[in-house]
């Protein structure tokens, strides 16, 4: 495959899938396609942003001519897309729903659109394994659990999922999908747990706790889901769903209590707060499909990803500032405001 378009590639997981390809593929071209929200940070591919195999477009996925014209100038066998733009946060998603029904929904269907006018080779929708909804204390995801999804971000993934199937079944389109679970790592957005909780906890901040914190969630670090992506963009089956996981469930208390020992801080900065609306007790994932048709299984231990993120978090104070200014801080203040005491600094 010669030509790859990424979107998405300024955010968490596309960012690092994009420098993944570069480093990897020497004779790859790697289109990123992304329109630059909130969450998307040119900062997070500088080092690889003068590279010859790297270009940049700023474009919203639901605008069909600004998406064609870049597809109309590749050759259609020789590229395949893999989608990772979206809006991502399940608490944004509750608190209006109207940008996930446009972009994760309408994006995907005006990309697919555009991907089967231009004839692109393979296409892999990265989902999640939200849209399977909520596992009681036992069990797991498999590719065949029916879709349930809790909140309106899964519930718009979903649709997407279907989407993509429905034109693998109509059209013939080499879609392939990937579920995830949760993945941590470096230049993820400090609104999602780790990453909050690590700025928050390096400055002394209050951490909050929704609910019991009793609920558990699957860990796999970012590098691995790219190794995962990878393979199936490789060797994935036309029309196949594909599940990874970390093989690293743990509840949020205890990953809190986790974070606050690595870095040096007490137990009295976690404040309990309301629980999130529909959240979903548990998620974990059965990924033998991907173990054996794949070759692919989980490289990086919790605890060592974990260390390592916090090193990196440490030593990007300059990002973290850069993106705790405007809009996230209007974003923390509605989200979490007087539900929060002082910081413990202050
Ligand atoms: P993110 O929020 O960090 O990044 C999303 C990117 O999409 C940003 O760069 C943003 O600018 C871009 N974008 C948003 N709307 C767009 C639009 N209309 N047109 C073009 N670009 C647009 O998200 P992430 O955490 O990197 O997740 C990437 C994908 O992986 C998503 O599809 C998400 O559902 C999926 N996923 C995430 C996780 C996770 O734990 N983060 C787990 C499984 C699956
Ligand atoms: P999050 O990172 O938002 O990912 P997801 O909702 O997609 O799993 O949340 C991970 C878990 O942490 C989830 O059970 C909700 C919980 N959580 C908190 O307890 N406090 C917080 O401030 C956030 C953002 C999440």
Redesign the pocket.
């Known amino acids: 495959m010669k030509h790859v378009v990424v979107t998405g590639g300024c955010g968490f997981i596309g960012s690092n899938f994009v420098r993944q390809q570069l480093a990897e593929y020497p004779d790859r071209q790697i289109i990123n396609l992304d329109l630059l929200t909130y969450a998307g940070n040119p900062l997070n591919l500088k080092d690889v942003a003068d590279s010859p195999r790297y270009s940049f477009h700023r474009v919203d996925i639901c605008d069909r001519p600004a998406v064609d014209a870049v597809l109309e100038d590749l050759p259609g066998d020789e590229t395949a897309v893999v989608h990772f733009a979206a809006e991502s ?3 944004r998603s509750i608190a209006d729903s109207g940008p996930f029904i446009r972009t994760n929904i309408v994006g995907t269907q005006v990309l697919l659109d555009a991907c089967r006018h231009s004839g692109v080779s393979r296409f892999v929708q990265v989902s ?1 394994d ?1 849209v399977y909804g909520s596992l009681g204390d036992e069990g797991w995801f498999v590719e065949d659990t029916p879709l349930d999804p809790s ?1 309106p ?1 899964s519930a718009s993934k979903a649709a997407a999922d279907m989407l993509v199937q429905s034109y693998c079944r109509t059209f013939d389109f080499p879609g392939m999908i990937t579920r995830c679970s ?1 993945n941590y790592g470096p230049y993820q957005f400090p ?4 990453p ?2 690590i700025s928050r906890a390096l400055d002394h901040e209050r ?5 019991t ?1 009793k ?1 558990v ?1 699957d860990w796999i670090h970012v590098t691995d889901h790219c190794r995962g992506i990878d393979a199936v963009l490789a060797s994935g089956q036309p029309g196949r769903v594909y599940n990874f996981g970390g093989a690293a469930e743990v509840q ?1 208390l205890e990953l809190t209590k986790l974070l606050l020992q690595l870095l040096d801080r007490p137990e009295s900065l976690i404040q309990f ?1 309301a629980d ?1 609306p529909g ?2 007790h548990r ?1 974990a994932i059965d990924f033998s499909r991907a173990r054996t048709e794949l070759d692919w299984s989980p490289q990086v231990t919790f605890e060592q990803g974990l260390r390592e993120t916090i090193d990196w978090y440490r030593s990007h104070q300059d990002w973290i500032d850069g993106i705790r200014s405007g809009e996230y801080r209007n974003w923390i203040d509605r ?2 405001g007087e539900r929060l005491e002082p910081d413990t600094a202050s």
């Open positions: 946060h399940v608490d999640t939200e909140s971000y949760n609104e999602k747990l780790i909050l909780f951490l909050p706790v929704y609910g914190g609920n969630r949020n707060v999130r959240h979903d998620y989200q979490y």
